[in-house]
T-cell receptor, first 116, second 114 residues
């Protein structure tokens, strides 16, 4: 079965550079979540989108922005990168569908961003 | 403030025995709970979930128990196998009109000793 695809898997950037992470949700999933997991830390929720609209916002820095496109894929744009942005970035997708039933979120394998 | 807490950072269990991983939450609006398993350098993998209208959900060797009054859930793995060694995250979500946000615990590292 198709899973959540994240690209790239690994990314090395220098301080003050810009990075773009991409997430392709499971087909027919309408909701995308972005999480940041620093070394030895639990995943921190950044932002989510439902039907291409931002649905929730967590601890996302102002230097970061994200959007969900018409094909439901999402991109996380990170500017003025700092050393502290080095982390594993996970994307997850789920399907809220027509009913407001809860459903599990499926995660991608993550993008490991290293800022040097 | 952490809304989902896993107070045991690590747990070691002998192969064949029961592993019990605990999770506490503070938000009474949470209505769906999930457990994820994570291997190093991989994304979390969904394991099992439970709705707040239930108190138990079983899937093979994995059973999740929910105690709403205590705001506590636990994951039981019986029997434990070495391949179960991983970090287990507890997550909770609350339904809103525009989507769900998943809140994660800090994880419990399970080591199953052969």
């Amino acid at each position: 079965a198709a899973g959540v695809i994240q690209s790239p898997r690994h990314l090395i950037k220098e301080k003050r550079e810009t990075a773009t992470l991409k997430c392709y949700p499971i087909p027919r999933h309408d909701t995308v979540y972005w999480y940041q997991q620093g070394p030895g830390q639990d995943p921190q929720f950044l932002i989510s989108f439902y039907e291409k609209m931002q649905s929730d916002k967590g601890s996302i820095p102002d230097r970061f922005s994200a959007q969900q496109f018409s094909d439901y894929h999402s991109e996380l744009n990170m500017s003025s990168l700092e050393l502290g942005d080095s982390a594993l970035y996970f994307c997850a997708s789920s399907s809220l569908g027509a009913g407001l039933m809860n459903t599990e979120a499926f995660f991608g394998q993550g993008t490991r961003l290293t800022v040097v | 403030d952490q809304q989902v807490k896993q107070n045991s950072p690590s747990l070691s269990v002998q192969e064949g025995r029961i592993s019990i991983l605990n999770c506490d939450y503070t938000n009474s609006m949470f209505d769906y709970f999930l457990w994820y398993k994570k291997y190093p350098a991989e994304g979390p993998t969904f394991l099992i979930s439970i709705s707040s209208i239930k108190d138990k959900n079983e899937d093979g060797r994995f059973t999740v128990f929910l105690n709403k009054s205590a705001k506590h859930l636990s994951l039981h793995i019986v029997p434990s196998q070495p391949g179960d060694s991983a970090v287990y995250f507890c997550a909770a979500s609350a339904t809103t009109n525009t989507g769900n946000q998943f809140y994660f615990g800090t994880g419990t590292s399970l080591t199953v000793i052969p």
